[in-house]
């Protein structure tokens, strides 16, 4: 059941990484998710997604 709900988090954190129309868009808006989802760390990785996710 974690495996299952991590799984759905890591999807959701990955959705919202994409939201943006450049690479500081993307960084904030995956920042933000993850860290409504999983606190300071989920920001960080949030973050980091949505830069690397830029064109």
Do not use: Q
Not at 19 to 30: L, V
């Amino acid at each position: 059941m974690r495996s299952l709900i991590a799984t759905a988090v890591s999807a959701m954190v990955l959705m919202l990484a994409g939201c943006g129309d450049n690479a500081t868009e993307r960084a904030a808006t995956g920042g933000l998710g993850g860290a409504v989802i999983a606190g300071p760390a989920g920001a960080v990785v949030g973050g980091t997604i949505g830069a690397a996710t830029a064109d």
